[in-house]
């Protein structure tokens, strides 16, 4: 008989992280999915220090998780960059997760009315009216979904045939 792989998907603990602790203690899942508006007060890696040995860590980034460079920086400098799950298809305990972080803005793309920007370089060519930061996209728009960001995802977790 095998045995099924655990996993808790948790999001929205914003810098709260205590809760997540606890529950990862008590039932021992074989790996923890951040969803989104994280907003680690310090490097991910500090904050999750009483779980990271004990479970898989694995994250996507939401809104918030660019209201500040700190906020940015805690989580894509942190430790646990390579456990971003954005824009790819990961196998997380045994089962295959696909990621897409961020929020979908309507001034970037609306899905259901169709694409203004194809790409986060299409938006920074043609629409630059916020300064960049640090020479890219503006700190806020570095959690927008753009057309690209989600048809990678889509094709990465097609099944290959060949």
Known sequence: MT????ILFAGDTHGRFRHLEEVVLSLRPDAVVLLGD??????????LAGIVDK??????????????????????????????????????????????????RGRIWDPTEGMRYESAEDFMNRCMEEDPWRFGLPLRHRSSIFPDDYYTAWLASRPTYW
């Open 38 to 47: 994280i907003q680690a007060k310090f490097p991910l890696e500090q904050e």
């Open 3 to 6: 045995q099924q792989a655990s």
């Open 55 to 104: 479970t898989e860590v694995w994250w996507i980034h939401g809104n918030h998780d660019t209201d500040s460079e700190a906020d940015y920086d805690n989580l894509f400098g942190s430790a646990l960059a390579d456990r971003n799950l954005h824009g790819r298809v990961v196998e997380v305990a045994g089962v295959r997760i696909a990621g897409l972080g961020g929020i979908f």
